[in-house]
């Protein structure tokens, strides 16, 4: 017979036991929260950059041919920056999506498959 104590001390084992998936899946969120800020960051600061290089353009440049054509300039090159940006959240996403899948079958698939089969061995 176990006794008060025990079970208390069962109890909070389980609890923590049931915490922990939790626990590491909140980290995982912060993680990901982290790096998507800093990849949003950091294509805010070329749209800022860009932005302020299209403003200062007409006042470096007197002639208008001269000023299409370093427009024009600038936006390809903005346009090869939005690019490799992209690729960087397509990379992101799938490093985030791998990472995920993975803590899930640890903490929730793996845990349900044992649970089940313990329920048809008792069964049994």
Do not use: H, W
Not at 8 to 18: C, M, P, T, V, Y
């Amino acid at each position: 017979m176990t006794t008060f104590v025990e079970n208390i001390e069962k109890f909070a084992d389980l609890q923590q036991q049931g915490l922990e998936p939790v626990r590491e899946l909140t980290a995982l969120a912060v993680e990901t929260f982290e790096k998507v800020a800093r990849k949003n960051y950091a294509l805010y600061g070329d749209i800022l950059e860009f932005t302020v290089s299209q403003a200062r353009l007409p006042l470096d440049v007197q002639e208008p041919r001269e000023l299409f054509e370093r427009q024009v300039a600038s936006g390809r090159a903005f346009a090869e920056l939005l690019a490799e940006r992209a690729e960087e959240y397509a990379e992101l996403g799938r490093e985030l999506k791998d990472s995920s899948v993975s803590q899930f079958e640890k903490d929730v698939v793996e845990p349900a498959k044992k649970a089940s089969n313990a329920a048809t061995q008792k069964a049994a």
